[in-house]
């Protein structure tokens, strides 16, 4: 992570593989990760939304760190979210990123009192210096009720950030870090919505988190070279693909849970890992699992190595 | 907490005295729980969303509760807040809280990823069966992105929840509330808006979490008082110091973090405890300090025992 | 309209009796004004959201003023909703309003684009002089998208305002206004919603314009006076009526439609006009009027001259 | 428009140039028109948001009609905006439009009080039978309140709409449209966000409706040709002109009028038409005039026939 604008390309959010609330699904880790790299990924993010992060406990989420760091072994850059209401926790989170390998953090707002943008910027003033990583910006207004402004991204710019990952869906406010950082090309403008990963590329963009990418991680790879190069028609032919992922996968739930629910019930179906989703939510009850099923087997892009 | 509508009458939700963010003010801690206590409240809610909760490490809410339970000594019942989203950061809290001899634990929705209704009353049927201490809810849609609906509150009492706080500032949803379970009326309906206390005892409810009370213990036991009695006068004379308060304190800043910082810059105003605020947030600046020093002095009817 | 505070008491919003999308009901409508004077209300506000106004052409608007005020003919105050995209049409309506012998216009923000703040005190600016009658204001963000600030209504205050009615269902902002306006007992606090009628007068506010007095003008005086009067015993009663209004009527449906269509449909089982409802909307079908006739006969406080 | 998908390309939703709340600017109206056609459009649409439609009295709306169709003269396709709170009031409308040789009328939803998608559905099930030309259907929720869903556009496509325009600004909702209706190549889909223009011509839309058209034409009709040639590096260039647009003239103003007022009073730098906004907006007062002087003056791609 020496050289500039080290962030791109596809680095997948990676579900966190379980047993129970409290057990790793060690076997399902070391395959996804494979899976995953298999795929020509660049990096990997782990403990994001999609990871359930906030959802673990800090022992399990270091566990965690510690083995998926140790499988991907350098392979490819790791980041790691840190994100959490509590300073000590972040604080807790990162020292163990950072021992374990990963390559850089990724933080969002704290999310339960609403918190400014003064008060983010604070915050971060207050954060960063006692960071044993490198950190990116993550914006995700759905569940952390900020919506970063573009110039709260770039004071956490001027205090070190390598980038921001924006998932709030609203294009328009990408285009705007894209219009706002053009002369950075160092720093990392990274999409979470799957479907403006040829948008954000042909415009500027670095690369993308895509939930999806823990399933079919060559296909959002490719999709990512097709943008890099403009070929609009090898794009239009991928962006097929990732319409179907979202009317068969993801459609299923119509839930704030329903990418953790759907990939993990995904990736189970297709022999990768065990769909247990940790409380406060649960994994999808036999019908939806059925649904699935069937909706996987109508899907005729599956990387699955046999 | 053996009688029916065990919960009932004023509940301050106490803010967490503070040195750092990892240190408690211990003095402040002291002197803030024989203020609260002097002033006739009828329970003490500790670490709820006033009381900063989710900012704490688990360490530092585990050491707290038991300073505070040692403290309060068993002179009025304490509640706690285990709401987190972990689940098992939760049981830790919980257990803590037993340990030290709390009447009750209190639940709000884990609050990163949106929870459904239906994921909220999963939630409960898997969580409660494992809590060492009875229980009541916390509706808190600005901070937790779930607006509990009556059903949901309804399934909550038929899994044992002894009432329920609610903090959305939605009159016509707490009159509703009443309204379903009037014919309970063992099960507490508590409000958390100082405004509507009286609109809440006077139509059925039993009592209220006011912020305000960490300040002004006797201004709220008498405004319930009032209430109970219907006694109209007496109401209107009160509530022009409800108003005050929000007019002079709370109105210093516009953030949602602001009642956590105004009660605390006003504590220590008035000589209580510290004013430190734990990150994300930080107290007010030298500023507002003032300003809340100079409204303190013009206000009229301070609890301060000399 | 010549002492101070005359705007007070039950203001019912009338609906508009309609046989189709361009015909009045003229029979429905001398049945229902008769009802409501009958009730002893202390006003009647034609031409509000109740009345449909926005969905009538300006010559039915007309034609219904002038049969209204006719009907009316003096025995209460009338006021004239002239709220319009088109301030041209606003100020006809107006005109149409002091020719018949209203003796008010009520205003609310023009509702297509959204208006600032700032925006509505320019085009108060500009709207009053030219207005042939006094004016309140009507704050109904629902509709509007604007929830008028209290600077806002003190500015409209200065323009000459006699009041303002709420139908934000924001208590705390209702009571922020009463507030604001306590050293001008002249300025009439009107709310719109029905279940804060008692928290309204006992805490200073003059009156209430609920739309369920176009069915129950009787109950809702009953329950303006005992407010007045501060007699909890009595609210708690008539406030029981007012809940199975909400639970027996508006429940039949959720849409924001509901409280036109409902009450036209319980005032055509009540005999007293034809229940068509102008377009974009539809009179209830079979089904949900069915629902109303089983309901209605269920209600034992009907207030219906035989 | 008797071709298939007759309605595409870049159709700018003109201004109505005014010199009072009831007078057209009409030499204003003829050099706009002569302005807009020389930039080689494919299309006109008259009274929509940005032509204050809603703002106008039906007298002048109806007056304005005869003269932009009078002027117009066939060169383009003309569509005329009908939306309206009173069914009436449309009907008047569309029936100008007709007589005035207008192609197509433009349909968004009734918008004061909250319609709901079946009473969207409804409501043009009884509308468009009366309709005296064909309609498109416009989807406006920022103005509006509905934000249509992909259904209720399938259902006015059953009942004839010709196409959709979207300026929801939600690029999501967008793709899922053209992922609905692409087995309909007839079906016109159409975008009202200038940034998105780029995305939806490649990703298979029609056509654009763009505010900006009305003082730079040919830059968007530039932008709509290499958008359907897939010229990235061309689309690239005129992009930057575009958001120039926004930077330097939309972003004078925060407020919901921005566009019609910002347009209003660039077309007035420009030489155009008068900057007159009719109420319940004013034209920017000297202050952001100067400011937008200022701004022109730095545009290097000013289209103006000297």
Redesign the interface.
């Known amino acids: 992570m020496k050289t500039t604008a080290s962030l791109h390309g596809i680095i997948p959010p990676m579900v966190t593989p379980l047993l129970s ?2 057990e790793i699904d060690e076997e399902g880790l070391i395959k996804l990760i494979e899976h995953i790299i298999s795929g020509g990924v660049h990096g990997i993010f782990l403990l994001g ?1 999609t990871g359930e992060a ?7 989420r270091k566990e965690f760190i510690k083995k998926a760091c140790s499988v991907i072994n350098k392979r490819v850059p790791v980041v790691v979210g840190i994100t959490d ?5 972040s604080l807790e989170i990162a020292q163990t990123a950072s021992d374990a390998g990963a390559d850089a953090v990724v933080i969002s ?8 943008q003064q ?2 910027v ?2 971060l003033e ?2 960063v210096p006692q960071l044993p990583l490198p950190f990116m910006m993550y914006n995700m207004p ?4 900020l919506h970063m402004s573009v110039e709260t991204v770039r004071k956490a710019k001027e205090l070190g950030a390598l980038g921001i990952k924006d998932s709030s ?4 406010y990408l ?1 705007a870090l894209m ?1 706002e950082f053009k002369d950075s090309p160092d720093f990392s403008i990274i999409v979470g ?1 799957e ?2 990963i040829p ?1 954000t590329i ?2 500027g963009g670095h690369g993308a988190v895509p939930g999806g990418a823990n399933m079919f991680p060559r296909l959002f790879v490719d999709l990512y070279e097709a943008s890099k190069k ?1 070929d ?2 090898r794009i ?1 032919e991928l ?1 097929e693909k990732i ?1 179907q992922i979202d ?1 068969k996968i993801y459609s299923i739930s119509s ?3 329903k990418y ?1 629910k759907s990939i993990k019930c995904a990736l189970s179906e297709m022999g990768i890992c065990n769909n247990f989703v ?5 994994p999808f009850g036999a019908e939806k699992q059925n649904e699935m099923k069937q909706n996987i087997s109508e899907i005729d892009f599956l990387e699955i190595n046999k």
């Open positions: 609330n409290t939304t906030p959802h673990l406990s800090y022992e399990l209401t509590s300073i000590t926790g707002a704290p999310y339960y009192v609403s918190i400014s008060e983010m604070e915050y207050y954060l759905s569940c952390t009720k869906g609203d294009l328009a285009y219009d919505t479907l403006f948008e042909i415009n403009g609009i028609t239009a962006r319409i009317n839930e704030g849970s953790i940790s409380m406060p939510f649960t």
